[in-house]
């Protein structure tokens, strides 16, 4: 028989500074920011200060589940992240010296981003069953506004900093993990990068030139350039295929779920779905208003909020699906 395996906690860790609506549109007065506001469903996003690191914002989201002992007994830290704060050494192991774990456990970084929460959870479950642990440390956390052009509308108006840990156990845990479905789309890569800062394309002066898209959207070569149009067929036509297979090896229907959590990219992409897919009113969960598209915190931070308000309740079915750069979609089914 399998174990369970499942979400025991999640801690949310966020910036201080907020930057609202108002201050883009004071500072870009051309940008049109209520028509992209509606869009994106974004009304203030939190922005990490100078100096502060994905790093500092997974040790906060740590530091809420303290409390509970949720951090006692940790056999390993899986960090996902795309903004890491050095080259090397990764930053499971950066983390793991400033919440002085024993040096007995695992640690190393995934370099998902949108989808990687899901993706996470997979490889945390996975690790269990194989015998390398009973309880691991899943963090989500992320800076992108580090790689966003400050001309650049369509990323700044969605994407927001922020960071979860969430613990992952075998157990009674109050998520059971129940399955997954993990896709890539690698030739798609080039609808969502960074061209310069890898060793591919090194950091010199041409990097820092501008360039200006059919849109109006400045970027340099060391910034995100998004085919959002792009991302978006994409999405369209994977995740509910995805959603689909998923629940049709477990004999059920999208009428079958109580709650569907997505990644929050944006009320444009959660509308589009939602009518692609027929999901009932009331069973998708929404938390982006106040901190924009927090990539791969943004599932977790959606469940936490969830669970805060009473919209999981012991006995429902829900389904967790991330999407976005690599290409890639995960999806997972999920048991209160």
């Known amino acids: ?141 992320d800076t992108y506004s580090r790689l966003i052009h400050p001309g650049d509308r369509s990323a700044r108006v969605l994407f927001g900093d922020g960071a979860t840990a969430a613990v992952v156990a075998a157990g009674s845990a109050r998520l059971k993990l129940l399955d997954f479905e993990l896709w890539s789309s690698g030739r798609n890569w080039r609808k969502f990068w960074v061209p310069a800062g890898g060793f591919r394309e090194r950091l010199d002066t041409s990097a820092g030139a501008v360039e200006v898209d059919a849109s109006g959207n400045s970027r340099t070569r060391d910034s995100i350039h998004m085919d959002g149009l792009g991302v978006w067929s994409f999405i369209n036509s994977v995740v509910p295929a995805q959603v689909g297979a998923l629940l049709s090896r477990n004999h059920l229907a999208v009428e079958d779920v109580d709650l569907f959590v997505f990644h929050q ?36 931070i959606a469940l936490a909020q969830a669970d805060d308000q009473g919209a999981l309740v012991p006995g429902m079915r829900v389904l967790l699906s991330g999407f976005g750069v690599g290409l890639s979609a995960a999806s997972a089914l999920v048991e209160v």
């Open 1 to 141: 028989m399998t174990r369970i395996v499942g979400i025991e906690s999640i801690g949310i860790g966020l910036p201080d500074a907020i930057v609202t609506n108002d201050a883009l549109a004071a500072e870009n007065p051309g940008w049109r920011m209520p028509q992209a506001a509606a869009k994106a469903g974004v009304l203030e996003r939190r922005i990490a200060a100078p100096g502060e690191t994905a790093l500092d914002l997974a040790f906060r989201a740590c530091e809420a589940l303290r409390g509970d002992g949720a951090l006692d007994r940790l056999d390993g830290i899986v960090f996902c992240c795309q903004t890491p704060d050095y080259v090397m050494p990764s930053n499971a192991f950066l983390l793991q010296e400033r919440l002085g774990l024993r040096d007995e456990i695992l640690a190393f970084d995934m370099t998902l981003a949108c989808s990687g929460f899901v993706y996470g959870l997979a490889v945390c479950r996975g690790l269990i069953l194989g015998g390398q642990g009973e309880r691991l440390l899943l963090i989500n956390a």
């Open 265 to 300: 990219a944006s009320a444009l992409t959660l509308d589009s779905l939602e009518k692609l897919m027929g999901i009932p009113a009331g069973r998708s969960f929404r938390y982006l208003e106040r901190v924009g598209n927090t990539v791969s915190a943004s599932i977790p």
